[in-house]
């Protein structure tokens, strides 16, 4: 029988056993695990620091510098709305309030039923075609009072 | 009877499928059966044509848009696969206006062909670039792309060979060449558009700069809000690694090139490329103090290129084509062309590919036509979150990296973000001091505490207790984040904030005096 903190670590193992030959592999290492498992939990940072050879102050440094990475569990769906110029100019900020207000949350929350982590972005590289949302890997355009509501209720 | 499929294309370009285009390709597939063979090509850069349909006739690719997956039946009924009269028909892609009056040089495959089709790109002049450049000393191409003109097009304009140059001439038995695809400001779309729509010509570019500078490793850096493009890349590359474009013997020739993807982490400042370099190598992207240069000390301490994607998607062609024909293009030192982004509030967003020197009124009002809502444009925010937001008065602006640095703004990657009459330019300047602090690195105050300081004042400048004073700070913090900044995200935040001040006082607020 393995303990559930024993298959973690194994998991982490594994994760970064993948990214050997990687230069400077931290960044891909906590991208696979974001994917495998939603977060970088704490107990992760050790194991990391202790298998590529840097100090935990490294790793924690990098967990928290990008925006990507989270160290809690995010909801289901992520749904990320564009706050930058371009999508502004089209009414990006009132698709935000629409949006904060439709599920109770607030910019980086998760509804509490675990459904929807609501999130803002700087540009998704849409700009023509605003506003734009991001639902999970999807990108969405042209997104209006309506269509916004529909996307909701089909991540909650 | 049987005959060959009529060829359908249908964008698998992410600002295409943002609208639909996925469902359109899958209906136009049910419907029509085996006759028809649906490609799923990049974007033409028409995005307010997307979906945009076209059909291979006997008369060339005839165009359809935007087409909604409710119109797929329609127009099938109609005849779509002759080219047939429907409302939707465009005619000739090729000779819609807004695309035939372009230059597209880097952009002249996007649209055309299947990106992921290693064939299609040979049959659309691909690899004569890299196979020229491999008939010609390191030497030889450096001087090719140094006499082109071609200068940084991720915003700085540095002379790309230049730049290749020193690292061709440092010593070292291990040099990088690295692509700058984090594409962080908004309004700014061309590298996505190039990576999804044509993803070979960036892999060329960059065998052409390992080839000139003697590197053997290249890194593509892809902002992670980006998920099409990398996984396009990486499709890309495995394919060019299959066809020996990519590997030990690149084009069977006794040089060796490999080719990474690396992801972003969602920050901002990692487009600035020494803190791109930090992130490469696994650390916290904070900005490093130049010297070192990365041509120098880059990539884990080694000789590095670092190019933005359309500078290094440029090479081929002008390998291709020679240096001259690039020069030939484009005024002042800004030579051959620049991939223009039009967005934000505008009738006819998309690419527009042209030589430098085109007006930012014509970029705005002629192939924009003006804004999305009808409403009169107001302002236009150029070159990103660090450019300036310039007036209708200011339309006669050639684009230019020097005119536009004489009238205190910059072309930057291209980008021209178009708002209308309900604006408030105070907001605008807010936020560009809100992003400052959201996005920057840390490592120096004025930017760190000086953005968080600006959003302050400004609001105390449009509540308007002591305007006077507190317009005088605004002035004193964006000199000193100006002068004191390592890097021109805290150094240039005060060029949107300065030129809305600038062009629109008006919306600052008045001071109590002012109101009486
Ligand atoms: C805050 C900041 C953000 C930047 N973002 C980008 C970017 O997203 N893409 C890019 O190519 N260059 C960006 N740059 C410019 C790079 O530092 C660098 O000049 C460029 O990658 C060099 O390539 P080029 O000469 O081909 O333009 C940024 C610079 C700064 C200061
Ligand atoms: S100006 Fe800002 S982003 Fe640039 S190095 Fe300084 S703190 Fe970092
Ligand atoms: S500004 Fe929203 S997608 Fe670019
Ligand atoms: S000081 Fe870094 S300026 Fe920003």
Redesign the pocket.
């Known amino acids: 029988m393995t303990s559930p903190a024993l298959s973690f670590a194994d998991q982490v193992r594994s994760v970064v056993a993948r990214h050997r030959d990687d230069r400077g592999a931290l960044l891909p290492v906590l991208h696979s695990l974001m994917e495998e498992l939603g977060h970088i939990d704490p107990a992760a940072i050790p194991i990391l620091a202790d298998e590529l050879n840097l100090s935990r102050a490294d790793v924690h440094g990098v967990v928290t510098f990008y925006h990507d990475f989270r160290q809690t569990p995010p909801g289901r769906t992520k749904v990320r709305i564009c706050r930058a110029e371009a999508c502004q100019a089209v009414g990006g900020d009132e698709l935000v309030e629409r949006a904060k207000s439709r599920t109770g949350v607030g910019l980086g929350e998760t509804t509490p039923d675990g459904a929807i982590t609501l999130e803002q972005v700087f540009c998704l590289g849409n700009c023509a075609l605003g506003p734009s949302v991001q639902v999970g890997d999807r990108l969405y355009g042209r997104v209006g009072a309506q269509q916004l509501d529909r996307l909701l209720e089909g991540a909650a | 009877m049987t005959s060959e499929p009529t060829t359908v294309y249908v964008p698998r370009d992410s600002a295409a499928r943002s609208v639909g285009a996925d469902q359109v390709a899958e209906r136009i597939a049910e419907t029509a059966g085996p006759g028809v063979r649906v490609v799923r090509n990049g974007s033409r850069g028409m995005l307010w044509l997307e979906p945009l349909v076209e059909v291979a006739t006997p008369a060339g690719r005839v165009a359809y848009g935007p087409v909604r997956p409710d119109d797929v039946d329609g127009l099938l009924a109609a005849g779509l696969l002759d080219g047939a009269e429907h409302p939707l028909r465009l005619g000739p892609a090729e000779e819609i206006p807004w695309l035939r009056d372009q230059t597209r040089v880097t952009f002249a495959r996007v649209g055309v062909v299947d990106p992921l089709s290693p064939d299609d790109y040979v049959a659309h002049g691909g690899l004569a670039g890299l196979t020229r450049a491999l008939s010609l000393t390191p030497e030889q191409v450096v001087a090719e792309v140094t006499d082109s003109g071609l200068?940084?097009?991720?915003?700085?304009?540095?002379p790309?060979g230049i730049?290749w140059k020193t690292v061709l001439g440092a010593a070292s038995e291990l040099k990088f060449v690295c692509c700058?695809?984090?594409?962080?400001?908004s309004g700014?779309f061309a590298?996505r558009m190039l990576m999804e729509g044509d993803p070979f010509t960036l892999i060329e570019g960059m065998a052409i700069a390992a080839w000139a500078v003697g590197a053997s490793e290249g890194y593509v850096y892809v902002?992670s809000e980006y998920p099409d493009a990398v996984a396009t890349l990486r499709t890309a590359i495995d394919a060019a690694y299959e066809r020996g474009w990519l590997g030990k013997r690149v084009l069977d020739r006794d040089f060796g090139f490999d080719l990474f993807v690396r992801v972003g982490g969602g920050a901002?400042?990692?487009?600035?490329?020494?803190?791109?370099l930090e992130s490469l190598e696994g650390k916290r992207g904070m900005?490093r103090a130049k010297p070192p240069i990365p041509a120098l000390e880059g990539l884990f301490g080694r000789p590095t290129v670092?190019?933005?994607?359309?500078?290094?998607g440029s090479v081929p062609m002008i390998m291709a084509a020679g240096a001259a024909a690039f020069a030939g293009l484009g005024v002042g030192r800004s030579r051959g062309t620049q991939v223009f982004q039009l967005g934000g509030n505008v009738a006819r967003g998309g690419i527009v590919e042209t030589a430098f020197g085109v007006t930012l009124g014509e970029l705005v009002e002629g192939y924009g036509g003006g804004t999305r809502s009808g409403r009169p444009v107001r302002a236009v925010q150029v070159g990103?979150p660090?450019g300036a937001y310039l007036p209708t008065s200011r339309f006669d602006l050639p684009m230019d990296y020097e005119a536009f640095a004489a009238a205190e703004a910059m072309v930057g990657?291209g980008g021209v973000v178009v708002f209308d009459d309900t604006v408030d330019m105070a907001a605008q300047a807010r936020f560009a001091m809100e992003f400052c602090a959201a996005?920057s690195c840390g490592k120096c105050t004025p930017c760190r505490i000086g953005a968080v300081r600006g959003v302050e004042v400004i609001d105390r400048i449009v509540a308007g207790r002591d305007r006077t004073r507190d317009l005088k700070l605004l002035d004193d913090l964006c000199h000193l984040m100006t002068e004191g900044s390592l890097?021109?995200?805290g150094?240039?935040t005060p060029m949107p904030v300065r030129s809305a001040l600038t062009h629109f006082p008006g919306d600052f607020g008045a001071t109590t005096e002012e109101r009486r």
């Open positions: 200068r940084g097009r991720g915003g700085a304009g540095f790309a730049k700058n695809a984090d594409e962080g400001d700014t590298d902002r901002y400042i990692c487009g600035e490329e020494t803190s791109m900005v670092v190019n933005n994607v359309l500078t290094l990103g660090l990657h996005e890097c021109a995200m150094g240039l």
